[in-house]
């Protein structure tokens, strides 16, 4: 029997508070946040990829053959996906670089604050404009598909881990 260790699940946890942190930068009206966005992108890609580090250095005898297992259950995309992460990740520690950019959208005011996320901020003067927008950053993650919501992404990448670690949870 194998069996996922404490470890895994506290980085699987410390990846989901670094996802939870690009979620509350994404989306949002402060337009000089895309270095602070990064910060989160590259901690939630470094903590991601040591579940399996993890898994290896705790499982070390069945942990290659759970890996492929779980590789070959993923459809295409989604095994593209994971190596595209783990080179984003290479790239972020080695480099320094990361594969995302914000995309500034312009939405009427009105619509930004009617937004329930947004309800309770601070209403300006200049929001009785009728014409008034407000500039939201996006932020995308370059994929070979081209750019998707990083967010999206690396909540999807965060999914197939989960899985990966169930595996080790689960008799053989």
């Not at 594969?99 to 619509?111: G, I, K, N, Q, R």
Request: aromatic content about 10%; proline content about 4%.
């Amino acid at each position: 029997m194998t069996m996922a260790t404490h470890t895994s699940r506290v980085k699987l946890r410390e990846a989901a508070y670094f996802l939870a942190g690009m979620h509350q930068r994404n989306g949002t009206e402060r337009l000089d946040i895309a270095e602070e966005f990064g910060y989160f992108l590259s901690a939630f890609l470094s903590a991601a990829r040591s579940v399996s580090f993890v898994l290896r250095k705790e499982n070390s005898h069945t942990y290659p053959a759970i890996r492929d297992r779980w590789l070959a259950s993923l459809d295409s995309l989604s095994s593209q996906l994971c190596r595209d992460m783990v080179g984003h990740r290479n790239t972020a520690l080695k480099q320094g670089e990361l594969p995302v950019h914000d995309e500034t959208s312009f939405l009427p005011w009105l619509a930004y604050i009617g937004n329930r996320d947004n309800r309770g901020r601070v209403i300006q003067p200049w929001m009785y404009d009728s014409g008034a927008q407000i500039g939201v950053a996006h932020f995308k993650l370059e994929t070979p598909a081209g750019p998707q919501d990083a967010v999206a992404v690396c909540r999807r990448y965060l999914e197939h881990l989960e899985g990966l670690v169930k595996l080790f949870e689960t008799p053989s």
